[in-house]
C-alpha cells in the first residue's frame, strides 16, 4: 500500500527525509558535472525509494539517472531506466515531469540511431509540455526535434527549431537551456559542415562552420559562467575540433588540451576519448598522419572496451584515411573492413537493442498490471493475466521477428528492399509537405550478367561490394542508398538542387568507370547506367521508381555507361 495511505512512523519519515536529501544531493552533483558521483547518490535514492514505496522520490532519482546514463554513454542504461520512471508516472498529471523525462529518453534513440522511437517521444514531449504550459520544457523538446532532423540531414528544418528554442531559452534567461541550445546549434551546424565539404561545396561549408564557432563560443562562455565542469568541456572540445578543421590548429590543440584534462580529471571517458579522436581528424586533415596514427591507435583501444558507438566507427574511419594518405594500403584497408564490418555489427546490434527495450517496456508492463490485479476480485486477476499473457506472447513473436529481419543487405551492408518499401514513402512524404529539393536515382551495373558468366559469381559479388563501398564514399550520411534486388541500387539525395544531383551522379559514375576493376579480377571492367529523377514533388513511391526506371531505360538505350535525367512529377490533384 502507498504510504500515502499509511500514518507513518518517525523511522519511515525521517528515512523518507533522507531519500529526498539524497535526490537533492545527486541533483547538485550532476549540476557541477561530476556524474560518477552523483550516479552512486541517485542510485542509493532509488533503493531507498523503492523500499519506503516513496512514489515521489523514486521518479526523481530514475529521471536524475536518465539524464546521468545518458551523458556518460550509456543511452541504452538510461532508456531502460526512463521506461520505468514513465510507468511510474502513469496515471499522475505530472505533465512536466512527463515532458522532460520523454525529451531526454528520445535523446537516447537517437543516440541509438532509433530515429523513429526517438520522434514519436518527441512528438509525446512536446504535447506534454504545451498541455504543462513549461517553456522550459518545450524548449527542450524544440532542441530535441531540431537535432533529430539535425542528424538526418534536414538542416533547414533543425535550423527552424533551434531558432524557436534560442528564443525561448534568452527569454526564460536560463543558463541550462541556452548552453543546450546553443551547444547542439553548433553540432548541427558542423554536420552542415561535414556534409557540405564532402559535397564539394566549399562557401556552404565556410559559413557552416563559421556558425558553428560562434554557437560553441557563446555556449562555453555560458558554461563557464554555469560552474558545470562537463558542459564547459565539452564546449572546448566542440570548439577546439571547429577551429582545427578551419585550420588554426594551435589554438585548436591548446583547447583540446584544456578539454582532456578537464573530462580526465573529472571522469568523463568518452568525453575525453572525444578530444583524442578529434585531435586526430584534424591531424590527418593536416596531413601529419604519423602523429595522428598513434593517437587513434591507443585511443580505439580505450574506446573499444568501453564503448561501442560511433566514436570507435569514428577512429577507424580516421585510420582509413590516415594509412591511405601514408601510402600504408594493407593497414589501410585492413581498418576499412573492420569498419564495415562494425558498420554492419552495430545495424545487428541496433536492432537487437530495439528487441531487448521492446522486452523490457514488456516485463515493466506485466509489473504494473501485476500490482493491480493485486487490488481486483479474483474474477478480474483472471481475466487480465489472460490478457497479458496473450499480449506478452504478440510482443515477443513482434520482438523475435524485428530481430530477424534486418532492414540492411547482407552482401553489401547497404539498405535493403525492405528498407526502401519503409523509408522512402515518409521521406517523400516529408519533401512533399515541407518543400525540400528531392532527387531520386535508380542505377544500374552495365551487362552484369556477362561479369558473372565470365568471371565468375564470387567476383560478381565483390564487384556488387566495391560499388556499394564507392556509393558510400561519394554520397552524403544523409542520403539514402540501398540495393533493390540483383544489380540494381537506390538513391535519394536529399536537399539537393537539381544541378548538384546531376554533378553528384555524374561523378559516381565517373567514379565507377576509373575504380581498379582489374584488381578483382584480370580484364574485369564495369560501368553503370543512372536515371534520375530531379525535383521530386510527387508522395507517391511507385510512382517515382517508375519516372526513375524510366530514365534508366533511356540511358540504357542510349549506349549505357551515363546519366538519364527526367524531371519529377507533381501530385495528382
Known amino acids: ?48 525509494a523503492h523500499e519506503l514505496d516513496d512514489r515521489t522520490a523514486l521518479i526523481q532519482a530514475l529521471r536524475l ?17 526512463g521506461q520505468e520512471a514513465l510507468q511510474w508516472l502513469r496515471g499522475t498529471d505530472d505533465d512536466t515531469g512527463r515532458a522532460d523525462l520523454l525529451c531526454n529518453i528520445a535523446a537516447c534513440f537517437l543516440e541509438l540511431g532509433l530515429n523513429e522511437d526517438a520522434l514519436s517521444h518527441i512528438s509525446e514531449g512536446m504535447a506534454a509540455a504545451r498541455k504543462a504550459d513549461d517553456p522550459r520544457l518545450l524548449c527542450q523538446a524544440y532542441n530535441r526535434i531540431g537535432m533529430a532532423n539535425g542528424q538526418l540531414g534536414q538542416f533547414d528544418e533543425a535550423k527552424r527549431f533551434f531558432d524557436d528554442a534560442l528564443v525561448i531559452a534568452r527569454e526564460l534567461q536560463s543558463a541550462e537551456e541556452l548552453y543546450r541550445t546553443l551547444n547542439n546549434f553548433g553540432v548541427v551546424a558542423a554536420l552542415s559542415f561535414d556534409a557540405s565539404r564532402e559535397r564539394g561545396d566549399a562557401i556552404c561549408a565556410a559559413k557552416s562552420i563559421a ?11 555560458v558554461a563557464q559562467g554555469s560552474g558545470n565542469t562537463y558542459r564547459e568541456a565539452t564546449c572546448l572540445s566542440n570548439l577546439g575540433r571547429y577551429l582545427g578543421v578551419s585550420g588554426e590548429i594551435g589554438p585548436a590543440f591548446e583547447l583540446l588540451d584544456d578539454a582532456y584534462t578537464m573530462a580526465t580529471r573529472h571522469g568523463h571517458k568518452a568525453l575525453a576519448l572525444t578530444c583524442d579522436s578529434q585531435r586526430a581528424e584534424i591531424l590527418v586533415a593536416a596531413g601529419r598522419h604519423h602523429q595522428a596514427i598513434p593517437i587513434l591507435l591507443v585511443s580505439l583501444e580505450r574506446a573499444e572496451s568501453l564503448f561501442s558507438n560511433r566514436l570507435v566507427l569514428d577512429m577507424r574511419l580516421q585510420l582509413y584515411k590516415a594509412y591511405k594518405a601514408r601510402g600504408s594500403m594493407a593497414d589501410a584497408l585492413a581498418q576499412h573492413e573492420q569498419y564495415h564490418a562494425l558498420v554492419k555489427a552495430q545495424l545487428e546490434h541496433r536492432s537487437n537493442t530495439q528487441s531487448r527495450l521492446l522486452l523490457n517496456r514488456l516485463e515493466l508492463d506485466q509489473a504494473r498490471f501485476g500490482a493491480e490485479r493485486a487490488q481486483l476480485e479474483a474474477n478480474v486477476q483472471r481475466v487480465r493475466a489472460e490478457r497479458m499473457e496473450a499480449h506478452k506472447e504478440r510482443l515477443e513473436q513482434e520482438a523475435v521477428e524485428l530481430g530477424r529481419n534486418l532492414l540492411a543487405d547482407a552482401l553489401t551492408g547497404l539498405g535493403n528492399r525492405r528498407q ?13 509537405s515541407s518543400g525540400i529539393t ?9 551487362h552484369f550478367k556477362k561479369v558473372n558468366d565470365r568471371f565468375g559469381h564470387p567476383v560478381g559479388d565483390a564487384v556488387l561490394k566495391a560499388l556499394a563501398d564507392i556509393l558510400r564514399n561519394t554520397l552524403r550520411a544523409g542520403d539514402m542508398i540501398a540495393r533493390m534486388g540483383g544489380e540494381e541500387f537506390l538513391i535519394a539525395l536529399v536537399d539537393t538542387p537539381s544541378q548538384y544531383a546531376r554533378e553528384t551522379c555524374e561523378r559516381l559514375r565517373i567514379a565507377v568507370e576509373h575504380y581498379a576493376w582489374d584488381d578483382l579480377a584480370v580484364g574485369l571492367q564495369v560501368t553503370i547506367s543512372i536515371g534520375l529523377c530531379t525535383q521530386v514533388t510527387s508522395s507517391d513511391a511507385g510512382e517515382i521508381l517508375t519516372r526513375a526506371d524510366a530514365a534508366l531505360y533511356k540511358a540504357k538505350h542510349a549506349g549505357r555507361n551515363q546519366v538519364a535525367e527526367i524531371a519529377g512529377v507533381l501530385p495528382k490533384i
Open 1 to 48: 500500500m502507498s504510504p500515502s495511505l499509511l500514518e507513518p512512523s518517525p523511522q519511515t519519515l525521517t528515512a523518507a527525509i533522507d531519500a529526498d536529501a539524497l535526490v537533492r544531493e545527486a541533483t547538485e552533483a550532476f549540476e557541477r558535472g561530476e556524474h560518477a558521483r552523483a550516479i552512486l547518490i541517485a542510485t542509493r535514492a532509488e533503493t531507498l
Open 65 to 81: 539517472l536518465v539524464a546521468l546514463y545518458s551523458r556518460e554513454g550509456q543511452p541504452e542504461l538510461a532508456i531502460v531506466v
Open 211 to 221: 556558425h558553428a564557432r560562434s554557437f560553441a563560443e557563446e555556449a562555453l562562455r
Open 420 to 432: 526502401i518499401d519503409r523509408g522512402l514513402p515518409p521521406l517523400l512524404l516529408h519533401a512533399a
Open 438 to 446: 528531392l532527387s531520386i536515382a535508380v542505377l544500374d551495373i552495365d
